[in-house]
């Protein structure tokens, strides 16, 4: 959803049964995320490989939990010179020392802007990986180390320009009982920071991949009533003038079908002016129906409350069935 909301798309996949796609199938993607609970796969150097190769192509590259990679199914080590190059490549110097000994950890430093965003972060730090800037663009979040060893402060969350990464503990809180989630850093700046879309705008569903798309609909109900703005003209003809011939700006527009047609309460002018309308070059024809029933219960409709009182305005014709 989170990143749904910044106007991109995704499609998941599955490590298991990864195909490991060439630069060919990757031309559409900006950016790859991960999120491994684990720090174990099948053949971590293979996909180590691919993964950078995804840095080397621009690609960003967002790590959420574990790298994955770090060992084998068999628990042997992966390349360390391949652990260091991605994590490298995001501005981070890996040095390793892992522990996940909450007793032995304390925070250095904790973003108070974007962390704690829906729950605060546990008392003592959860997971610990000394990984260090080398990059001064990089941003981190959450700084941890290690008792007593000096030199030990690595970045448990951080963004900066080539990607960004957050490690299991830090992402969100997860109740035991009933499995529900809160967050403990905004994902939206998260991924904002880590994917490079300071200034792009990002609201609504209207929103793809980082395009905006805009549309407008002007329904038909007054389409034939008069305006103060210009009495010796209908309200028709000041849209089609003063908004769709001085826009040039796609929009829907729809007549009620029975207030212009001749044989119910329209004219010949009536019908000109509507194929005026649709006839503009920056106007898709729409409907708003036929008769522009004021109820839609059958029932309703065939009461006598309803005919005495709503049936005024309606557009019937002799033989025309709702």
């Not at 599955?14 to 195909?19: G, K, P």
């Not at 020392?97 to 974007?114: A, G, I, R």
């Not at 089609?240 to 119910?264: H, L, T």
Request: some cysteine; aromatic content about 14%; charged content about 25%.
């Amino acid at each position: 959803m989170p990143l749904n909301y910044l106007g991109f798309l995704y499609e998941l996949r599955d490590i298991q049964e990864f195909a490991y796609p060439g630069e060919e199938s990757m031309t559409d993607f900006g950016a790859v995320m991960t999120f491994f609970l684990t720090d174990s796969m099948a053949d971590p150097e293979k996909y180590l490989r691919w993964l950078i190769a995804q840095q080397k192509s621009g690609r960003k590259v967002v790590i959420a939990g574990s790298l994955g990679a770090y060992y084998n199914e068999s628990q042997e080590l992966a390349d360390p010179a391949l652990i260091k190059e991605v994590y490298s490549n995001l501005g981070f110097s890996c040095v390793g020392n892992s522990t996940n000994s909450p007793m032995t950890l304390k925070y250095v430093d904790v973003d108070k802007q974007w962390m704690n965003f829906e729950r605060k972060l546990p008392v003592f730090p959860e997971e610990y990986v000394q990984i260090s800037p080398i990059d001064e663009d990089v941003k981190t979040w959450v700084s941890v180390e290690r008792k007593g060893i000096s030199n030990s402060t690595g970045s448990m969350v951080a963004t900066g320009p080539d990607g960004g990464y957050a490690l299991n503990g830090y992402i969100r809180w997860q109740d035991p009982i009933n499995y529900l989630k809160q967050w403990y850093l905004d994902p939206f700046e998260f991924l904002r920071q880590s994917l490079g879309l300071k200034g792009v705008p990002a609201l609504t569903p209207t929103t793809l991949n980082g395009l905006r798309v805009a549309f407008a609909h002007i329904d038909g109900d007054g389409f034939l009533g008069y305006t103060e703005v210009d009495k010796n003209k209908n309200c028709g003809e000041i849209v089609m003038e003063r908004v769709f011939a001085r826009y040039d700006f796609p929009n829907s527009a729809s007549v009620i079908a029975g207030e212009i047609d001749p044989e119910v309460r329209g004219s010949i002018l009536n019908v000109e002016q509507s194929r005026d309308l649709f006839e503009m070059e920056n106007v898709e024809t729409s409907s708003h129906s036929y008769t522009h029933p004021f109820a839609w219960d059958a029932k309703l409709r065939e009461s006598k409350e309803y005919a005495d009182d709503f049936v005024i305005g309606q557009y019937e014709k002799t033989g025309y069935e709702f």
